[in-house]
């Protein structure tokens, strides 16, 4: 019997602030199984920072999402129906199905690859905490950043999924001696130093300008900051690299601040502090890791098991609705 | 006998260009030596680009140099007199002598340790290409660069003390594919080619505005850059940042362009890329690599004395008269 799904395409490449009408909803009918086929239906998709840069039509580490392609995300679903001789009814799984309801597939190989959810874990934590967000604060933090014991460490963008996974795993699994985190307003402020257990919060929000942001840096770092953790790029980079202590490690993981607008303003001034205190501003990225993503989803999801690392997730419902949230 | 002899001091931390009023000239007797001394009649004196940084009042990697200190500098010059059992008449010799005619020491360990220079070494060598700019080049392009063969290679600032070593160890040593330099003017430009052996210079100030720059360093690398040398930031540097493939290298070994102004302008826009294509951009200090500084001269004399390296002076007479050149 077929049924309707739903599913969105990316209608236009956004030009400044991605719009609803960036994007077009289509239903569309998926008939019986075939032998050897099995469908998902899709519980949660994720919403990625990444997909920021997937949209804007150029390829990057991977192919840019074409005008008509279905919106790439990964997504968690449940075999609800199968033909497939080693595929179960009721089996969840996490795969790269993109933005719709239901997902066909002939192969677990379909769709980058389609993994069982294992028993016990919960149906988020595959887009979350064990997703891309997870995974690249994981190896952004441990490859590049490679904190040490007793390290002062500033991570920008803290209370976000990537951040806020880099700042604990800093403060409460390698040692560091001081974690700042940087977030916008006081409540996101709070949950770093309450629930996620940082030392200290900057709001940014409440430094209006450069000067006074750095000088809130200095007092933050009194013995200078050995590792980085940038999500946002902007003042934060420019206060931070003023306090750069020899052979600090600075992370390029994002630059929120820059993404969502056609005039992203002047780059970090700052930069040239790198030629006095030497040490790598470096990027990554996450799939140069893939081999190694199944020791650091276990990690993660020991180290979230085991309190030393706390993440929040916010779901939304409503597949049809194109809000920003 | 006593006699007289001139130094320059710094008289104060210039704002902005330097001054010849930044700087004090002054006539000092130096007595007879006393038993273990001996003086040091100076012949040269080395200009170097990171005097820029000493003079500005802060503590780098090495102390600033103080309002009412001698000027410091490396110099070469030969022992005139000496009342030291181990030093003898005539023996040239290289220390951080500073700005001055005369130098008396106790020690071959005063001045920051004074050496002999090896005989058949050209007085000139140890203050320019066996000096801080040839060694910085060394260090900069081999530890942070890493250049391996088949590499593109861009060089600013490539007709300069550091970046024409760079350039010349990239291409004729290290067996880049394509190294490519950038010089203000056709005369340095000719140089690089003819000269240097580059395989194209990129006249900078034939190019006025920031997409000329970039087009021009797409078209002179189609196939992206793998190490980036740079010693001048500003446009070079973003139009760069544009080209960088996956893993390459960026070495931040000065910044010219913002040194000899207060107001430097904006920072590397185009950092994000390093979110994209994933290396370092990293600075280093070259004192750090002291303990190789005698392996690092006797490879750059074999590569000048082979021809693989050449290099040009720039030798100002008349001690006492403090004019840009």
Redesign the interface.
């Known amino acids: 019997m077929s049924i309707e799904s739903r599913l969105w395409r990316l209608a236009a490449h956004p030009k400044g602030p991605v719009e609803p009408s960036d994007f077009s909803l289509e239903t569309v009918t998926i008939e019986d199984l075939d032998d050897g086929q099995f469908r998902v239906a899709i519980e949660y998709i994720a919403f990625e920072p990444a997909m920021r ?1 997937w949209i804007m039509g150029r390829d ?2 991977v192919k840019g999402v074409q005008v008509g392609d279905v919106m790439r995300a990964l997504a968690v679903g449940v075999i609800e129906e199968s033909r497939h001789p080693e595929v179960e009814v009721g089996q969840r799984v996490v795969g790269n199905f993109g933005w719709r309801e239901h997902a066909v597939a002939s192969s677990m190989r379909d769709f980058g690859g389609i993994r069982a959810v294992p028993e016990g874990t919960p149906p988020t934590w595959p887009l979350s905490i064990l997703g891309i967000t997870g995974l690249t604060a994981y190896f952004g933090l441990l490859d590049i950043g490679q904190p040490k014991p007793g390290d002062a460490i500033l991570v920008s963008g803290a209370a976000g999924a990537t951040g806020s996974v880099a700042a604990q795993i800093a403060k409460h699994v390698k040692g560091a001696s001081r974690v700042v985190g940087v977030a916008g307003g006081p409540e996101k402020c709070a949950w770093l130093t309450e629930v996620a257990g940082l030392d200290a919060a900057i709001d940014y929000k409440a430094f209006t300008d450069q000067r006074a942001l750095t000088r809130e840096v200095f007092e933050q770092f009194p013995d200078g900051i050995d590792v980085f953790f940038d999500n946002v ?1 902007g003042p934060i980079l ?1 206060a931070a690299l003023a306090r750069i202590n ?1 052979h600090a490690r600075i992370v ?4 929120i601040s ?1 993404y969502d607008t056609a005039n ?22 996450g799939l ?1 890791y893939a081999s190694r993503f199944g020791e650091a989803a276990r990690e993660l999801a020991d180290c979230r098991a085991d309190g030393k690392l706390t993440h929040a997730e916010d779901a939304q419902a409503e597949f049809a609705k194109a809000q920003a949230v």
Request: proline residues 15%.
């Open positions: 840069s990057t580490y790029g420019d020899n390029v993981c994002g630059a820059r992203p303003g002047p780059g970090p001034g700052n930069y040239t502090t790198l030629i006095l205190k030497p040490g790598p501003m470096e990027g990554f990225v140069d």
